[in-house]
């Protein structure tokens, strides 16, 4: 009995030996040979390339172009220059009266925050109008932040509840009109106009 051969590869012949080639032409095998390792390299090194190249394009992205020819050293570190927040719109008008001269005066963009009894938050968005009785001259940005600041203080006091009702709107106007007469002294407040009133 023979032994029977499992293995297909086991028992190749050897080319070599068994004769050599004609000059000029290549072994085949050692041709394919050479082409799988090449195969082999290109498959272990293409993914290493792909994410070296992926770190680097990420990396670069997010430095932002800081090293680019002519930057300074140090410069991208600087904080950006952010520009001074607006002055809130604030417009005098003097219309024509019958009786008198008035001047009205604009306070716009109030957001004012407040409680009620249980802790719960609303938003107070108000644009006031003034009527102030005179003539009509230019106010200083130090007596608009003054009349800002009472008409903040003054529905800062309030409950926001009762700010609902048109009853304690009308309370409000004089409150505001008797407080904002005190902080700018010589001019009277005729009235005080709601231009915008939300309760968020």
Same mark, same amino acid.
């Given at each position: 009995?023979?032994?029977?051969?499992?293995?297909?590869?086991?028992?190749?012949?050897?080319?070599?030996?068994?004769?050599?080639?004609?000059? =000029?032409?290549?072994?085949?095998?050692?041709?394919?040979? +050479?082409?799988?390792?090449?195969?082999?390299? /290109?498959?272990?090194?293409?993914?290493?390339?792909?994410?070296? $190249?992926?770190?680097?394009?990420?990396?670069?992205?997010?430095?932002? =172009?800081?090293?680019?020819?002519? #930057?300074?050293?140090?410069?991208?570190?600087? +904080?950006?220059?952010?520009?001074?927040?607006?002055?809130? #719109?604030?417009?005098?008008?003097?219309? $024509?009266?019958?009786?008198?001269?008035?001047?009205?005066?604009?306070?716009?963009? /109030?957001?004012?925050?407040?409680?009620?009894?249980?802790?719960?938050?609303?938003?107070?968005?108000?644009?006031?109008?003034?009527?102030?009785? =005179?003539?009509?001259?230019?106010?200083?940005?130090?007596?608009?932040?003054?009349?800002?600041?009472?008409?903040?203080?003054?529905?800062? =006091?309030?409950?926001?509840?009762?700010? +609902?009702?048109? @009853? @304690?709107?009308?309370?409000?106007? @004089?409150?505001?009109?008797?407080?904002?007469?005190? #902080?700018?002294?010589? @001019?009277?407040?005729?009235?005080? /106009?709601?231009?915008?009133?939300?309760?968020?």
């Amino acid at each position: 009995m023979k032994k029977a051969k499992l293995d297909i590869l086991e028992d190749l012949p050897d080319l070599k030996s068994e004769g050599t080639a004609p000059a =000029g032409v290549q072994d085949p095998t050692a041709a394919a040979g +050479r082409g799988w390792a090449i195969n082999k390299l /290109f498959l272990v090194a293409a993914p290493v390339v792909l994410v070296l $190249a992926l770190v680097a394009g990420y990396a670069a992205l997010q430095l932002g =172009g800081h090293f680019s020819p002519g #930057a300074k050293s140090g410069e991208h570190l600087k +904080r950006p220059e952010i520009p001074a927040p607006a002055a809130p #719109a604030v417009k005098e008008t003097a219309p $024509a009266a019958a009786s008198g001269q008035a001047t009205t005066l604009a306070l716009d963009d /109030f957001i004012i925050d407040l409680q009620d009894a249980r802790g719960r938050h609303f938003m107070v968005l108000v644009d006031i109008a003034l009527q102030l009785q =005179g003539e009509a001259k230019h106010k200083s940005p130090e007596e608009i932040a003054a009349a800002r600041a009472v008409v903040i203080r003054t529905l800062q =006091g309030k409950n926001v509840v009762a700010l +609902r009702s048109p @009853e @304690e709107r009308r309370k409000l106007k @004089e409150d505001l009109a008797r407080a904002l007469e005190e #902080a700018m002294g010589a @001019e009277k407040v005729q009235d005080v /106009f709601f231009t915008n009133y939300f309760i968020l």
